[in-house]
C-alpha cells in the first residue's frame, strides 16, 4: 500500500500561482510513476501531468507551458507548480502514484479555487 498525501491547495486570483505537494509513504519502493489528477464540478477526472522514475514528463495540453510538475526522490515527494492558473483550472487536484499492476493509489485531494 502507497500513501499520498496533498498539500498546497487554496484560493488564487485568476492570473496567480499555487504550489501543490505530495508526499508519499508505504510502499514507496513499488511507485514506478507519479502524478497528479483534476475533477471540476461537473465533469470526468482528467490527468494534468505524470513523471516517471526516469524523468519522462507528460502534460494535458490544457496546461502545458504553465504547469510544471517534478519529484524528490529523497523525499519521497512530487510538486506541481501551477502558473496564469485561469478559472478553469478550479477543481479538486489529487495525487496519484503507480506501481505497476497494482491500482493506482490516490490521495484525499486537495482544492484548487482560481477566482476570475
Known amino acids: 500500500q502507497v500513501q499520498l498525501v496533498e498539500s498546497g491547495g487554496g484560493l488564487v486570483q485568476a492570473g496567480g500561482s499555487l504550489r501543490l505537494s505530495c508526499v508519499a509513504s508505504?510502499?514507496?519502493?513499488?511507485?514506478?510513476?507519479m502524478g497528479w489528477y483534476r475533477q471540476a464540478p461537473g465533469k470526468q477526472r482528467e490527468l494534468v501531468a505524470s513523471?516517471?522514475?526516469?524523468?519522462?514528463?507528460n502534460y494535458a495540453d490544457s496546461v502545458k507551458g504553465r504547469f510544471t510538475i517534478s519529484r524528490d526522490n529523497a523525499k519521497n515527494a512530487v510538486y506541481l507548480q501551477m502558473n496564469s492558473l485561469q478559472y478553469e483550472d478550479t477543481a479538486v487536484y489529487y495525487c496519484?502514484?503507480?506501481?505497476?499492476?497494482?491500482?493506482?493509489?490516490w490521495g484525499q485531494g486537495t482544492q484548487v479555487t482560481v477566482s476570475s
Open positions: 496519484t502514484a503507480d506501481r505497476g499492476w497494482r491500482p493506482r493509489s
Open positions: 513523471i516517471t522514475n526516469g524523468g519522462s514528463i
Open positions: 508505504g510502499s514507496i519502493f513499488s511507485i514506478s510513476a
